[in-house]
């Protein structure tokens, strides 16, 4: 599976000759990404300055994210929209032992007292405080003190190496090469004024472009070619939907400090375009001191945050908002800072954080915040109009941060990236030089970050083109800025974009040589998608003012995927995640709105060009009316419809994790909980999240590290006395039964299921915690028609007689398949510790049951082969729900009245005591391509 980085990352891989140095078995791991610009190196760093070194660990898994992510991520996937927990993507990634007892006792054999090393609660790294001749010996550096025109002063090393036996242990040390280091002066520390702010600014870059012209007129939709407004955008993408789950969904716009929104802007702009949202907020979370400062005012300051706000509100009123404010006045902050506010493991102790790019917390300067570790879950859609040269950063660096947003993605977040205003060049036009380094005489193309990465959904901008209306074609956006795009130079070509870019190779080649991009056609290509980005009406700083930039069309693709998850949400699914392997399957072949004309010019080109199907331009432009009805309603979370469509899946009760405990008292969900006790559903039936696996037949071959389903715990007490409606109490049951539903709704559903021939799958665990008693029947799956017969059942314990015989039967301990008429088809004995998986198929035209059985990761095999079941009704009157259930019958109490002793329904003798089932692997499937036997394995015999 092709993951991060196409070329052998430097952090990993490097030279493997041994560099001469102090310890000759040392190795160059990495070394400085560019040569910083305007920088002078002016003395050595003093051997006794203290520096914070953390030692990022390799993490385990890495090479599998990718697939992991295609499969919650891709409609084809059986396991679409069943998002992993943190709990699970944490454990999936933490380092091995090995790798942590391999750097450790380097270090300690370095000379480093083991009380002085710390290992991160997500064991992804080591640290410890050592001076700087310490570190100098240890990893074969020499650092130096960098002087900026300004009087500023850096620190940094050109390279550093390791021993060969941890290079694999580890991904990158910091501080070492990755420039924009402090120089540590413990007893000078001073507050930085607002107007030294200026950390961050020479790699971030972000914030819409202005042409300075002032509306003059009322906009109209007659003017969207010189003036885009909310109207216009709702008639560019047919967007015409009210939010009604908005207590369930999330939407965060990203900010970084000092750029900040003014209220009176936005009800500025409220007033005019949107009345009812005067004097409407974003819900502030502040990220490491995060402020939505109004000490410094304007279109610099302002107009990112403004901008982002006035739209995404508008779009999707009346939703709230989360406003992911990041970085005090002091230190500033970049991407891992919110990262880490989303994710406390990837905090700077815990996770991600460079010294070089993020503002750094706890932050010991007058005025500086503690660190935002974990202080939110990931909101479903996070939009960030920000970005930085792919030059810029070590490829390290970008291949720790990709992975955060892919284990984002896998956590169902979408994560949109605007893909820069400068075409194919960098930051401020400036391009890349021979030795791919930033250069003002470069002229190779300079792509961006982090929307090279596979796992963020990276938007370009497109225009209504000057002369024209919401109903023509639009054009890649050509006015005041060129939409960014690209190749990456770091990140292979994702699977999910394979066919779409090498597309575009073959059929549109450009007419650039590998001197000016990364022409080999294995690498990422970017953008995805895009939307419109010139001439928005924006108020910022009491004015109003035309906006043009990619920072316009991610907050409002950003809107329309937060759209689609609330219908969504309020149909009971999940936010639809990680948009990308969707958007390029064949599923949304129909949904293209193909852009023809611009370009995005630079480094003296007139950069790529604007062609049918996905270019790097604008990527792939949708008719966005098609892409919400398929996010929305095709790409089913539960896999009813999507496993249908791929899988031939009638129906799935493979409860996937975003379904709790509660649900099922609402009968929301696969499972209808009617049939039971007195007592709420979540007094018998449990949902065990991962506290327990569910069977592997059918996650196995997938992920084996993480399961698919939950377990369902089914149990029966002395409550559980079930009262039908208009009939007397079933004294002589103790029962709890789940019956095969779609939110509740069954009846329609046993109409599709039972038809033809169909396939019903379950597998069953004993819980030793709540072992059955043997001498009673147990009804634990079947469909029973109206008249309360069973077309097929499943039995466990000794068969209800009167009057009783020798208790218990000899095959009690044994899973007995019975038909229509209580004929035995196969039996096996019910063991513990492990998983028995049966599935059933009916042939509904002809009357006839199979038996297939396995247990475990074992594949299905036919136990018996296709017999008559003549006693079963044909046609409606055969037909029933399909129960998973926990029917316990009596034994026939002597002091009964003979009648009383064969009405087992309402008398007998029960104990009472708790006993309990586990099921998984349960779902109900078409037979016309055969019968599914385990993971991705079908087959007839």
Not at 358 to 369: H, N, R, S, T, V
């Amino acid at each position: 599976m092709r993951l991060l980085i196409l070329l052998s990352l430097v952090a990993l891989v490097a030279v493997a000759t041994a560099m001469p140095s102090r310890r000759s078995n040392l190795v160059l791991h990495e070394k400085r990404a560019m040569e910083p610009v305007d920088w002078v190196q002016s003395r050595k760093l003093e051997p006794d300055a203290v520096l914070p070194m953390r030692f990022g660990l390799t993490q385990n898994n890495l090479h599998r994210i990718e697939e992991m992510l295609l499969s919650v991520s891709h409609p084809s996937s059986p396991s679409y929209g069943k998002h992993f927990s943190p709990a699970d993507v944490v454990d999936i990634f933490a380092p091995s032992d090995e790798t942590i007892a391999a750097v450790t006792n380097w270090l300690v054999e370095s000379g480093i007292a083991k009380e002085r090393l710390r290992l991160s609660a997500s064991k992804g790294w080591i640290e410890v405080n050592a001076t700087t001749a310490e570190v100098e010996d240890l990893i074969d550096a020499e650092y130096h003190v960098y002087t900026h025109p300004s009087g500023a002063q850096q620190i940094s090393c050109h390279s550093y190496s390791v021993p060969e036996h941890v290079r694999d242990h580890i991904d990158l040390i910091q501080p070492t090469v990755h420039f924009l280091h402090r120089v540590p002066q413990p007893n000078q520390i001073q507050k930085r004024s607002l107007g030294d702010f200026g950390k961050l600014e020479a790699a971030i870059h972000g914030g819409p472009k202005t042409n300075g012209k002032k509306v003059t007129i009322t906009p109209s939709l007659e003017h969207c070619d010189e003036m885009i407004t909310l109207d216009c955008l709702r008639a560019l993408y047919s967007i015409d939907y009210t939010p009604q789950a908005t207590d369930k969904n999330t939407f965060g716009i990203l900010e970084l400090t000092p750029q900040a929104f003014l209220q009176s802007d936005l009800d500025m702009f409220f007033a005019n375009f949107s009345p009812s949202q005067v004097g409407t907020s974003p819900i502030l979370v502040s990220i490491d001191g995060g402020v939505a400062q109004t000490e410094q005012q304007g279109f610099n300051f302002n107009g990112e945050s403004d901008l982002d706000l006035e739209y995404a509100f508008g779009l999707t009123n009346p939703q709230p908002i989360l406003l992911l404010q990041a970085g005090d006045l002091v230190e500033g902050a970049s991407f891992n800072n919110w990262l880490d506010a989303v994710d406390g493991s990837y905090c700077t102790f815990e996770g991600g954080d460079d010294p070089t790019q993020d503002g750094i917390y706890p932050d010991p300067l007058p005025g500086g915040f503690d660190e935002s570790c974990g202080i939110i879950a990931p909101p479903f859609v996070v939009s960030a109009s920000y970005g930085q040269d792919e030059g810029s950063v070590t490829e390290a660096y970008a291949a720790r941060q990709c992975a955060e947003y892919g284990k984002l993605g896998m956590l169902g977040t979408t994560v949109l990236y605007s893909s820069g205003d400068d075409g194919v060049a960098g930051n401020g036009g400036v391009c890349l030089g021979p030795d791919g380094t930033p250069s003002r005489r470069g002229t190779r193309f300079s792509p961006d970050f982090p929307v090279t990465c596979p796992f963020v959904t990276a938007v370009g901008a497109t225009q209504v083109n000057p002369g024209s209306t919401v109903n023509d074609p639009e054009g890649a956006c050509e006015q005041v800025i060129f939409s960014g795009g690209g190749f990456s130079n770091f990140f292979a070509l994702p699977d999910y974009q394979a066919t779409a870019v090498t597309s575009f190779l073959t059929n549109h080649p450009p007419p650039f040589t590998s001197a000016q991009f990364n022409n080999s056609g294995t690498v990422r290509g970017f953008p995805d998608i895009s939307a419109n980005g010139a001439n928005y009406v924006v108020a910022v700083a009491g004015e109003f003012v035309l906006v043009f930039g990619t920072s316009c069309s991610a907050p409002v693709v950003g809107s329309m995927i937060t759209l689609i998850n609330d219908a969504r949400l309020a149909a009971g699914k999940g936010p639809v995640g990680f948009i990308n392997p969707a958007l390029y399957s064949d599923a949304f072949a129909d949904s293209f709105h193909d852009i023809t004309t611009g370009g995005n010019q630079g480094c003296g080109t007139p950069g790529f060009t604007a062609t049918e199907g996905w270019d790097p331009v604008t990527g792939l432009v949708f008719s966005w009316s098609n892409v919400m009805l398929h996010l929305a309603g095709l790409l089913h979370l539960a896999g009813i419809l999507v496993s249908c469509l791929a899988s031939s899946v009638i129906w799935d009760g493979r409860v996937p994790f975003n379904v709790t405990d509660a649900d099922l008292n609402t009968s929301t969900g696969p499972y209808l909980t009617v049939v039971k006790g007195s007592e709420n559903a979540t007094h018998y039936c449990h949902l065990l999240g991962h506290s327990k696996s569910p069977t592997p037949l059918w996650n196995e071959g997938l992920i084996p590290l993480v399961p698919q389903e939950q377990v369902i715990s089914v149990t029966i007490d002395n409550s559980s006395i079930f009262i039908p409606g208009g009939g007397p109490p079933q004294f002589g049951f103790r029962r709890t039964d789940l019956i095969a539903a779609v939110n509740g709704e069954h009846t329609e559903l046993i109409s599709r299921m039972e038809q033809n021939t169909t396939v019903f799958h379950f597998s069953i665990q004993k819980d030793d915690l709540r072992p059955l008693n043997y001498s009673h029947e147990y009804q634990i799956v079947f469909i029973e028609p109206n008249d309360g017969s069973h077309v097929f059942g499943i039995q466990l314990g000794s068969a209800f007689t009167d009057p009783t015989g020798p208790l218990p039967a000899t095959n009690a301990h044994s899973f007995k398949v019975l038909d229509h008429a209580l004929n035995m088809l196969f039996s096996t004995p019910f063991t513990s510790n492990a998983w028995h998986n049966f599935a059933v198929e009916v042939d509904w035209n002809n009357r006839t049951l199979a038996v297939w059985y396995s247990q475990n990761a074992e594949l299905l095999r036919l136990v018996k082969e296709m017999t008559p079941n003549p006693t079963s009704a044909a046609g409606p009157n055969g037909q029933g729900d399909f129960h998973i259930a926990l029917l316990k019958l009596p034994i026939v109490d002597p002091a009964d009245s003979p009648a009383d002793q064969g009405d087992v329904v309402h008398h007998g003798i029960q104990e009472g005591t708790t006993e309990g089932l586990f099921y998984s692997g349960v779902f109900v499937e078409s037979a016309l391509k055969g019968i599914s036997r385990g993971f991705q394995v079908r087959g007839h015999a």
